[in-house]
């Protein structure tokens, strides 16, 4: 099976709940849900399912990151391969939300 990922910096001026709503209404995504990380620094995380994906979108310190991974059992992720899509990705939310978006570098 091969599946999708992709990780994209957003610049904004919004809040975290901003870029969500933003995000959600131009991609048509249900409702993010916000929760805290469980990693340290515990900072809030918007989350999304859709479509047999699982986005996760936080501030950094200077630009949101979204990351986008197909929700797959741990079988098929073992033998599974991914396809990053983070380039095209972030020019298509940067076209439908006018937000500036950029595939995130490692």
């Known amino acids: 099976m091969t599946a999708s990922t992709a990780a994209i910096q957003i610049k904004s ?3 975290l709940e901003d870029v969500a709503r ?3 209404e ?3 995504l249900p409702p993010f849900y ?3 990380d469980q990693d340290p620094p515990h900072a809030i995380t918007a989350m ?3 479509l047999g994906y699982e986005l996760w979108l936080r501030y950094s ?3 949101f990151e979204l990351t ?3 929700s797959m059992d741990v079988r098929d992720r073992a033998e599974g391969s991914f396809v990053d899509v983070s380039e095209w990705l972030s020019k298509h939310i940067g076209i439908v939300t006018e937000l500036h978006c950029a595939p995130k570098t490692k």
């Open 13 to 15: 001026e919004g809040t």
């Open 22 to 24: 933003k995000l959600q």
């Open 26 to 28: 131009a991609l048509s």
């Open 34 to 36: 916000f929760d805290s």
């Open 48 to 50: 999304n399912e859709c």
């Open 61 to 63: 310190g200077h630009a």
């Open 68 to 70: 986008v991974e197909a």
